[in-house]
C-alpha cells in the first residue's frame, strides 16, 4: 500500500535552515509529481511546493527563493531544503501525492522561534 513518511522536522531559530524528507513506499514513486503541504494552528492547510515527475518545480509566492524541493527517485524520496526561515514557516509539514486518489503522510511538526 502507499505509505509516505515526513521526517526531518525540529525547532530552529528565524534566518535558521531545515531539511524535511518524505519516505515513499508502495507505488512507483519516479512516475508521480509529489507536494509539500503545511498547516499553521488555526489556519487551513496550503500548498508549498510541487515537484513533477520530470522534475518541474511550482513554490507558493511565500517561500520562493527561501525554499527547495527535490527528488530522488533511486531513493524513493523527496526532500524540502528550507532557508531563511521564518515564525510564520512554523506549521505542520505534509507530503501528498495523487494516485487516483490523494495520500498523505503523517505530517511533521517545524517551529520557527527564538
Known amino acids: 500500500q502507499v505509505q509516505l513518511v515526513e521526517s526531518g522536522g525540529g525547532l530552529v531559530q528565524p534566518g535558521g535552515s531545515l531539511t524535511l524528507s518524505c519516505a515513499a513506499s508502495g507505488f512507483t514513486f519516479s512516475t508521480y509529481a509529489m507536494n509539500w503541504y503545511r498547516q499553521a494552528p488555526g489556519k487551513e492547510r496550503e500548498l508549498v511546493a510541487t515537484i513533477t515527475s520530470l522534475g518541474g518545480r511550482i513554490y507558493a509566492d511565500s517561500v520562493k527563493g527561501r525554499f527547495t524541493i527535490s527528488r530522488d527517485n533511486a531513493k524513493n524520496t523527496v526532500y524540502l531544503q528550507m532557508n531563511s526561515l521564518k515564525t510564520e514557516d512554523t506549521a505542520v509539514y505534509y507530503c501528498?501525492?495523487?494516485?487516483?486518489?490523494?495520500?498523505w503522510g503523517q505530517g511533521t511538526q517545524v517551529t520557527v522561534s527564538s
Open positions: 501528498k501525492t495523487r494516485i487516483y486518489r490523494e495520500y
